[in-house]
C-alpha cells in the first residue's frame, strides 16, 4: 500500500508556473509509471505527463513544451513543473502510481488559471 499527497496548486494568472509536488509514503523506485492527470469539471480524467523507471517521459500534446515531469527518488516525490499555463489547464491534478501492478491515485490538487 501506499499513500500519494499532492500539493503545489493553487490560483495563478495565464503565463505563469506552478510546481506541483506528489510525495509518497513509500519508495517510488520501482512504480513504472508515475503520472500526472488532470480533470475538469464535467470532463474525463486525461493524462498529463507520465515518467518510467528509465527515465522514459511522454506528454499530452496541449502540454509539450510547456510542462516538465520529473523524479526524485531521494524524496519520493515526483514533481510537474508547469510554465506558460494557460486557462485551459485549470482542472483538479492527479498524481498516479503503478507499483507492483497497483495502481494509485492522490486526492488531487486543484489548479486555476486566470484569463
Known amino acids: 500500500q501506499v499513500q500519494l499527497v499532492e500539493s503545489g496548486g493553487g490560483l495563478v494568472q495565464a503565463g505563469g508556473s506552478l510546481r506541483l509536488s506528489c510525495t509518497a509514503s513509500?519508495?517510488?523506485?520501482?512504480?513504472?509509471?508515475m503520472a500526472w492527470y488532470h480533470q475538469a469539471p464535467g470532463k474525463q480524467r486525461d493524462l498529463v505527463a507520465q515518467?518510467?523507471?528509465?527515465?522514459?517521459?511522454t506528454y499530452a500534446d496541449s502540454v509539450k513544451g510547456r510542462f516538465t515531469i520529473s523524479r526524485d527518488h531521494a524524496k519520493n516525490t515526483v514533481y510537474l513543473q508547469m510554465n506558460s499555463l494557460k486557462p485551459e489547464d485549470t482542472a483538479v491534478y492527479y498524481c498516479?502510481?503503478?507499483?507492483?501492478?497497483?495502481?494509485?491515485w492522490g486526492q488531487g490538487t486543484q489548479v486555476t488559471v486566470s484569463s
Open positions: 513509500r519508495s517510488i523506485f520501482t512504480a513504472n509509471p
Open positions: 498516479y502510481a503503478n507499483l507492483f501492478e497497483q495502481s494509485y
Open positions: 515518467m518510467t523507471t528509465d527515465g522514459f517521459t
